[in-house]
């Protein structure tokens, strides 16, 4: 399986994204995904995960700000991202979670201006 986020760019603070991640394959034997991120000079973190069920948790960081979803008969992961911070600039990759590093992919950069 291949993944391909996309949907980045930059906007301001307060504004809207929404991302998605695109498999080549079906993701439906992948229980779990979930979107992560990696900021300047930071580790990648792990920011929401979503079951094959729908049921979906998030980082402190992220709740009530960021949905994820899935949509596994078209084979991708969405993540809206409402009311950003300058601290959400990072590039974000989906992944099966716990990640597997066959499945990192390009990402895609999100920057967030004040």
């Known amino acids: 399986v291949q993944l391909q986020a996309s949907g980045g760019g930059l906007v301001h603070a307060g504004g809207s994204l929404r991302l998605s991640c695109a498999a080549s394959?079906?993701?439906?034997?992948?229980?779990?995904m979930g979107w992560y991120r990696q900021a300047p000079g930071k580790q990648r973190e792990l920011v929401a995960g979503i079951t094959n069920g729908g049921s979906a948790h998030y980082t402190d960081s992220a709740k009530g700000r960021f949905t994820i979803s899935r949509d596994n008969a078209e084979n991708t992961v969405y993540l809206q991202m409402n009311n950003l911070k300058l601290e959400d600039t990072a590039v974000y990759y989906c992944n099966a979670v716990p990640y597997r590093t066959t499945l990192w992919g390009q990402g895609t950069q999100v920057t967030v201006s004040s």
């Open positions: 394959e079906s993701i439906f034997n992948i229980a779990v």
